[in-house]
């Protein structure tokens, strides 16, 4: 699927990978909606893309929220033809601690917001999605796009919630792939490793150095720019579906 005239739903659209991602896709000629809790920062980020961007904030795992927000979408724009799940929160916690066991609704909200808020979207976007005219021989409608995270595969000390949340992104993608084919629509995970995101990007350089540290090559945290250019890499690919891409470096998480 091309990028330029298509339309993106993207959520964390309002910074970090998903803002580099709507850049990417602006640049490349298409039109986003970013959907994120901070609406001031998404307000500042839409400025920023121009007319072809809108938003709306909310929360992914929010049925009704999201769902005004695709129809919102859909009156600006006409359409959904990709949607690109990015957003997600972390939190580190050991199974039992000092103070006790890991508070259950730590966990719990962990997940609902990383795997359940991302199901929530992408079922929604492929609903609006079928309905679109094919855009290639193949008879393509659409692209799904989530984000795991190298935890899924590599989760270290204290990110039972984190590693549980991102590997059932990796665990429902081929299932989901293998609904949605016959309306035409691919769903693909990329799981990133250390990207020098917001977050990351304040952190001291004794946090930052060993990660780079184990780093295979380059040896540096990654660009979200090289985040969007795989996600654009995926769209414009049509016969990648089902599929989990590690985009880390070669990096592997000790324990």
Not at 30 to 40: G, Q
Not at 218 to 245: M, S
Request: hydrophobic content about 45%; charged content about 20%.
């Amino acid at each position: 699927m091309d990028l330029a005239n298509r339309v993106a739903f993207i959520t964390g659209g309002a910074s970090g990978l998903g803002l580099a991602t709507a850049r990417h896709f602006v640049a490349a000629g298409a039109k986003v909606f970013l959907y994120d809790l901070n609406a001031a920062a998404l307000e500042q980020a839409a400025a920023t893309l121009g007319e072809q961007a809108a938003w709306s904030a909310g929360d992914v795992a929010d049925e009704l929220a999201v769902q005004e927000a695709i129809a919102k979408a859909q009156a600006r724009f006409g359409t959904l033809h990709i949607n690109v799940n990015s957003a997600g929160i972390g939190g580190a916690a050991r199974t039992v601690g000092r103070d006790g066991p890991m508070p259950l609704q730590k966990f719990e909200h962990i997940v609902r917001v990383n795997l359940i808020g991302t199901f929530n979207v992408l079922r929604l976007c492929a609903e609006a999605m079928q309905t679109n005219e094919p855009v290639s021989e193949d008879g393509e409608r659409g692209v799904i796009v989530n984000v795991a995270s190298i935890a899924a595969f590599d989760g270290q000390t204290g990110q039972a919630g984190y590693a549980a949340s991102k590997g059932g992104i990796v665990a429902m993608t081929l299932p989901i792939a293998r609904d949605l084919a016959k309306r035409g629509i691919r769903v693909v995970t990329v799981a990133p490793g250390v990207f020098e995101t917001p977050l990351l990007a304040q952190a001291p350089d004794e946090v930052k150095e060993p990660l780079i540290a184990i780093t295979q090559f380059p040896k540096r945290l990654g660009h979200p720019d090289e985040f969007a250019q795989e996600v654009a890499h995926i769209v414009n690919c049509g016969y990648i579906n089902g599929e989990t891409i590690r985009l880390d470096a070669g990096i592997r998480m000790p324990a």
